[in-house]
């Protein structure tokens, strides 16, 4: 789950880290108002889970409150790759004299959380990887012991060269670590962090994402979920306990596992459609995740033909077929639904679904031609 | 013969009396692996019931039913919050395998758990995996065994059912196998493509390996290398995941395209240029791994 710039600057105040005032608007006036209080020049910036937001126009300096509300009125509303900017974050503008890259992220070789540091600070970081990686200095951190105060020397001391410089990144890498474990996080970046001409390090941008599997015991990271860029649907799904992904074609699919899940969805370009979603079920067989699901996938007008393709292990197919005929009888599903159910209680599950009087396949590439073909119009 | 699991391998079950654990113990008994303990906090001392009549001693902790039992295999069906903790423990009771079935461990407690496994020498399996089969000996998860058959191929993937779907068509052309493994869909895993490739290679019985990949981080592309540097047996592929939007998770903690890395094509023109044959569809496999066994 990614969070706002604004919501990680929080949580990383809240582990010591020297961050600049904030707060958020979500109207020209409330920006306005801020940036007043402030007083001197501001920096708005849009609040939105996408990363080159000053190229697209989306973070612009202030001179003042009248200026600040230009801007936010300018700001609010704009689409940033895709994404609507609905509130922005108004905060003092810092005299910069240096600026630095500090993040960690989980690496999956090092299987451990990696600290990557370089003093070219303020621009992508893949970019610098892949050009110069002699700038960047890279730590793996031990989970069992954390950061260690020598090794953020060693990472602070590969930025500057000024003792009180160094020694105050130590305390913020050491902090970032701190605030990195404790939200639970599989990624967190300042860029950039900052010197000012008084000598003080600042961290002026923060960036989080946080693993989808911490979320479940850190309720206070969850509250910053922020649905108002996902789609209706996906935001019911979650709640169903299904694993949902919207996509733009017209074959609804309804697949038991990810794996096979999205092979389904390739398996339907391969035979000339477009696959409306990405829905995994999941491993358990309960009838209501299946009527979920159908309300989830017919809710999307796209949606021509909607294809099952279920491979029973741990899901009883017979479970997944009551689930079936439980749904369309009180969903009135009018689109086409054709199914493939294969694996334990397979038998059964046919049964009832020739009762019910849907056509049944047993092979997966049978199945999907078919659906391609009902989507595409044919009978 | 067959890797990391045989008719050798002696079972607990840590969380035997959990919903899924309870169910799937059951299916391990009828297919035939050999379960000797069972591990759930204060319930020692009670037994499980087997399909035959067969009873199954429980402990309150893995270093007893260890050190009782003779058990050197665990397989964890506990619950995401208490998973990290049951793989350490299984590290420290002296088992030399732990298989990890539990989906949604948080990413940084497995960090932990790996390091902590590594530095004792255990291997785990998984999380978030469907744990495998060595058909006719023993099977340690929950793979459906009715599609499996003893034969010469080799099977590894990150997916669950997507690994069933390649076993039913190996199956149904008669290509029987080895062991069937699933390494599962997270981003920290414990036994990756190269560790299941490096032991059918060194497999007697094993001809031919089937290696089952998906989009997310560069393990297949590493694999790839590793089968063109150490392998002379032959392996096929197939890459799941060609429509995947970047950015977005599919389904498994570890799937997902970040930047420009991580794709299916990529993987594919790895595999490709490595010498594996790459499967557009499922149904492809059984014939290449033919076509390359002859």
């Known amino acids: ?379 | 013969m067959s890797i990391f699991i045989d008719n050798d391998t002696k079972l607990v079950v840590q969380g035997i009396t959990g919903r899924d654990g309870s169910f799937h113990t059951l299916q391990m008994m009828e297919y035939g692996t050999k379960i000797v303990a069972g591990v759930t906090p204060g319930k020692g001392g009670q037994t499980f019931a087997g399909p035959d009549g067969e009873t199954v001693p429980i402990f309150n902790a893995m270093d007893e039913a260890v050190t009782q039992t003779g058990a050197n295999t665990s397989v964890i069906y506990v619950p995401p919050a208490f998973a990290a903790g049951a793989i350490l423990e299984a590290a420290d009771s002296g088992v030399a395998l732990v298989v990890v079935i539990t989906e949604g461990v948080p990413v940084l407690d497995m960090a932990r758990a790996h390091a902590f496994a590594r530095d004792k020498g255990v291997r785990v399996l998984g999380p978030n995996c469907p744990g495998m089969i060595s058909p006719g000996q023993s099977k340690v998860g929950i793979l459906p065994s009715h599609i499996v058959s003893e034969g010469p191929i080799g099977l590894v993937s990150r997916s669950g059912t997507l690994t069933y779907e390649a076993v039913f068509q190996l199956t149904s052309v008669g290509l029987g196998q080895t062991t069937c493994v699933g390494i599962g869909g997270d981003p920290l895993i414990g036994t990756n493509f190269i560790d299941c490739l490096e032991a059918f290679e060194a497999d007697s019985e094993t001809t031919g390996v089937v290696m089952l990949g998906e989009i997310g981080g560069t393990d297949e592309q590493e694999a790839a290398a590793y089968v063109s540097a150490n392998m002379c047996k032959p392996v096929v592929g197939f890459i799941a995941g060609q429509t995947a939007p970047p950015g977005r998770r599919m389904g498994h903690a570890g799937a997902i395209i970040s930047g420009s890395a991580g794709t299916a094509e990529e993987k594919m023109k790895a595999f490709e240029e490595n010498g594996i044959a790459v499967a557009k569809r499922p149904a492809d496999l059984a014939g290449l791994i033919q076509d390359a066994l002859n």
């Open chain 1, 1 to 379: 789950m990614d969070i706002h710039e604004y919501q990680a600057k929080a949580l990383f105040r809240a582990a010591g880290i020297a961050v600049p005032p904030g707060e958020i608007a979500t109207t020209p006036e409330e920006a306005e108002t801020i940036a007043a209080e402030y007083g001197g020049t501001v920096v708005v910036k849009a609040q939105v889970h996408s990363g080159g937001r000053g190229k697209a126009g989306g973070v612009k300096l202030a001179k003042d409150a009248a200026e600040a509300k230009g801007h936010a009125t300018a700001i609010l509303g704009m689409d940033i790759k895709g994404l609507t900017v609905e509130k922005v974050l108004v905060t003092p503008a810092e005299d910069i004299d240096t600026e630095a890259y500090v993040g960690v992220l989980v690496d999956r070789k090092k299987q451990a959380a990696t600290f990557m540091v370089s003093a070219e600070g303020g621009v992508d970081i893949e970019h610098v990887a892949a050009e110069t990686p002699a700038l960047i200095r890279k730590l793996t951190v031990d989970p069992r012991y954390g950061i260690l105060p020598h090794q953020a020397f060693w990472l602070a001391n590969f930025l500057y060269d000024d003792p009180s410089l160094v020694k105050q990144t130590s305390k913020m890498i050491t902090q970032l670590y701190d605030a990195f474990v404790n939200s639970g996080a599989s990624m967190a970046e300042i860029n950039p962090l900052i010197t000012t001409s008084a000598g003080e390090v600042k961290a002026i941008d923060a960036k989080m994402s946080i693993d989808d599997s911490e979320l479940f015991r850190r309720p206070e990271v969850e509250a910053m979920r922020d649905t108002s860029s996902e789609p209706a649907s996906e935001i019911k799904a979650r709640a169903a306990g299904l694993s949902y992904v919207k996509l733009d074609g017209d074959v609804g699919c309804c697949v038991n596992g990810a794996g096979l899940a999205m092979a389904t969805m390739d398996l339907v370009k391969y035979y000339g459609g477009e696959p409306a979603n990405f829905l995994d079920i999941g491993g358990s067989s309960n009838p209501e995740k299946v009527v979920a699901a159908l309300e989830i996938i017919t809710s999307d007008a796209n949606v021509k033909a909607i294809l099952f393709n279920i491979f029973g292990g741990i899901t009883r197919c017979d479970d997944v077929a009551r689930g079936i005929v439980e749904a369309t009888g009180h969903l009135d599903v009018r689109l086409p639904i054709v199914i493939r159910l294969t694996g334990t209680n397979e038998e059964l599950a046919l049964e009832i679904l020739a009762q019910a009087g849907f056509p049944a396949y047993m092979s997966m590439d049978a199945v999907v031609e078919k659906a391609v073909e009902l989507a595409a119009g044919g009978a």
